[in-house]
């Protein structure tokens, strides 16, 4: 892919002064994750259920209503065992990342989310035997309320995330070193 038509969409982005100090897209592949290992059981149940619910009720002689009652369910199992992998890899192919000596930047198509290199939340990596990897900043767990007590929910959302990255150590060190010459320069200039 071309150096030049790569960046392009970052270069609009820039602050006068910042300099790019790497662009990159998702990989392809490794669409499963941990999570999926749980949720991939559940949404086989789910769907096989609903789709046994519908053709039981288109066979039988009963009320419009009950025959229109499993097509959502039948589409949100749909969704879970096969589309959400179809989404992400549209998602994939419309992301991209930047880092800049000021920021690291993710693009997913007209969204683009930064993060401020001198103020950098919590930074996890996770390699592949293949050398590609996530990159991950921060983390917001989501907690639900049951009366008094709250409950930690599996699932988890962070900051930013840079998904799929071939060569992730190389990336992972290009960051770190942005974030100590970012925190050198705003010690020299708070120095002065």
């Known amino acids: 892919m071309d150096y030049e038509n790569d960046t392009a969409w970052v270069r609009g982005l820039l602050h006068?002064?910042?300099?790019?100090?790497?662009?990159?897209k998702p990989g392809k592949g490794h669409l499963f994750r941990r999570e999926d290992m749980l949720l991939i059981p559940f949404s086989i149940l789910w769907c096989s259920v609903a789709v046994f619910w519908e053709v039981t009720v288109l066979k039988e002689n009963v009320p419009f209503l009950f025959k229109l009652w499993g097509i959502p369910f039948v589409l949100v199992g749909l969704y879970i065992v096969a589309g959400r992998f179809t989404v992400k890899r549209i998602q994939n192919r419309r992301s991209s990342y930047?880092?800049?000596?000021?920021?690291?930047?993710?693009k997913t198509g007209k969204t683009v989310r930064t993060l401020e290199l001198i103020d950098l939340p919590r930074m996890t990596v996770t390699q592949r035997a293949d050398g590609s990897g996530d990159i991950r900043f921060g983390e917001a767990t989501i907690s639900r309320r049951y009366g008094m007590n709250y409950e930690r929910s599996p699932y988890t959302t962070f900051l930013l995330e840079l998904r799929n990255i071939p060569d992730v150590n190389n990336v992972e060190y290009r960051i770190r070193t942005a974030v100590e010459q970012a925190v050198r320069a705003r010690q020299k200039l708070n120095e002065e």
Request: hydrophobic share 45%.
């Open 16 to 24: 006068p002064g910042e300099n790019l100090l790497w662009s990159g």
């Open 98 to 106: 930047a880092l800049t000596g000021q920021r690291i930047i993710a």
